[in-house]
């Protein structure tokens, strides 16, 4: 087996598990019998479960926002794509996999005692403002950095509020906030305008 294989292997594996169990609650050994490939081989390609897990939350914060910018990008109007990453969101709340946003629950069980892992899900919430901020400068935010900042709370507590409740109608209330900020910033066309429009079929996030 290549280790490139290999790698991806034992990656979707730690995606399935990690995500869906908890990183804490899974072994080494669980990963290994998931992924098919020896224990050998898993702490070559991985020397430690820190290192697996900080490789996991890498490659899935790649995939999960890849998936989130080709359907915002699929959308014509500049000043309605702020509102269809909420579409996405509730699309994605939705799956019968939804746990919650990966890397807060990654940080909350190991953030504490790995600097690794902190990184990451630092890095992601990084990019994930960085490309709100892109979309509100394009939608001609007036004042467009503490909007991106405010977007990105709101996200941030959609996903936490669906996570808890169960409920995915949590991204239509937060998509409500994000537009009255997004008009209070000078956005026009955010109210109603292309509610439908921007919900088209979704790609998965499956990293």
Known sequence: MEDIEAEDRLLDA???LFYGHGVQAVGMDRIRAASGVSLKRLY???AS???LVEAYLRRRDRRWRGALAAHVAAVPSAAVRPLAV???LEAWF?????RGCAFINAFGEMGAGSAAVAEAARDHKAEVRGYLLGLVRAAGATDPEPLADQLALVVDGAITTAAVTGAPEAAARARDAAAVL?????VTGVNTEGREKTRGKRSRATG
């Open 14 to 16: 730690a995606e399935t």
């Open 44 to 46: 070559q390609c991985f």
């Open 49 to 51: 479960k820190e290192e």
């Open 86 to 88: 909420f579409d996405w």
């Open 94 to 98: 939705g799956e019968p996999d939804f």
């Open 182 to 186: 997004l008009a209070a910033a000078g």
